[in-house]
């Protein structure tokens, strides 16, 4: 919300730069370890279960597919819940670094008091980004496997084709869920 002055404060500002948008790099991490965690648990139906590769090769595809767009969509909440959090905490740290090696060269002694501020937050949002993504893969991934198990726990007296079915959306849709909590 604007001061009196029509200046942004300092909150308004953080939140305008940690937009929902996901970078290149993060979707592409995002994707590939959403189809990687996706596919281990073919593995469990492969070789535990024995089920027929090919024989069911429709069913673990689509299943594959579902539950990769599903991590990916966690992935995104989880980072973009993180990303604030971690940018306040981390701006002083990161405003010190920059400050201080702005202040050693030629370059950072001709700069204005806006350009150094616009680099501080650049760094900042930068850092929250690689810490928020970091966190969201290795957060959603052990909650989708731990998932993933516990539900075919107890889907277990089913046929292998059910309990991995239900095993793959559901561990999908409850982390979709928890996420976006």
């Known amino acids: 919300?604007?001061?009196?002055?029509?200046?942004?404060?300092?909150?308004?500002k953080l939140l305008q730069r940690t937009g929902r948008d996901v970078s290149t790099t993060?979707?592409?991490?995002?994707?590939?370890?959403?189809?990687?965690?996706?596919?281990?648990p073919l593995w469990?139906?492969?070789?535990?279960?024995?089920?027929?590769?090919f024989t069911f090769s429709l069913l673990f595809l689509s299943?594959?597919?579902?539950?990769t767009w599903l991590l990916f969509q966690s992935y995104k909440r989880v980072m973009f819940s993180l990303k604030h959090k971690i940018a306040q905490r981390r701006e002083n740290a990161v405003s010190k670094e920059i400050i201080k090696q702005l202040g050693d060269t030629t370059e950072g002694k001709k700069m204005?008091?806006?350009?150094?501020d616009q680099r501080v937050e650049w760094k900042v949002?930068?850092?929250?980004?690689?810490?928020?993504?970091?966190f969201a893969i290795f957060y959603n991934n052990t909650l989708f496997?731990?998932?993933?198990l516990l539900l075919s726990y107890l889907c277990r007296g089913f046929h292998p084709a059910v309990t991995y079915s239900v095993?793959?959306?559901?561990s999908g849709f409850i982390l979709l869920f928890i996420s976006s909590t």
């Open 63 to 67: 299943m594959t597919l579902l539950s």
């Open 26 to 40: 993060a979707s592409a991490l995002f994707y590939g370890h959403a189809i990687i965690v996706s596919a281990l």
């Open 145 to 148: 496997l731990f998932l993933f």
């Open 112 to 116: 204005s008091k806006t350009d150094k």
């Open 1 to 12: 919300m604007p001061s009196k002055k029509g200046r942004l404060s300092d909150d308004d």
């Open 125 to 134: 949002n930068e850092v929250a980004d690689s810490e928020a993504t970091t």
């Open 44 to 53: 469990l139906c492969w070789r535990v279960y024995m089920l027929d590769m």
């Open 167 to 170: 095993s793959m959306a559901g």
